[in-house]
């Protein structure tokens, strides 16, 4: 089974700098890991153990579905306060 990850810098100052997220959108999971490949292997752990949960309540694994991923350019005026 394959399942899409995105990572994304974590910017809370309540983290070390050089965390990532790392969000599984097709299962709904996010988690955080040091660098891209902390955030990685905690996203792997993170699926691993949800699918062991899923599979001992007896819940359907939902397929793995692609993901796709664009940017969005916000215009200046839409960030400034009114």
């Known amino acids: 089974m394959k399942v899409g990850v ?3 810098p974590v910017r809370d100052p309540d983290f070390p700098a ?3 997220y790392a969000h ?4 709904g ?3 955080h890991g040091q660098g891209i490949e902390g955030a990685r292997a905690a ?3 993170l699926v691993q153990l949800w699918l062991e949960e899923k599979r001992a309540s007896g819940e ?3 397929p793995s579905a692609e993901v796709l991923f ?3 350019e916000i ?3 839409a960030l400034q306060s009114a």
């Open 60 to 62: 359907a694994v939902p």
């Open 29 to 31: 999971l996010t988690t």
């Open 24 to 27: 599984v959108p097709s299962l």
């Open 70 to 72: 664009t940017t969005l």
């Open 18 to 20: 050089g965390y990532y």
């Open 43 to 45: 996203a792997l752990d």
């Open 75 to 77: 215009p200046d005026h």
């Open 6 to 8: 995105m990572f994304e």
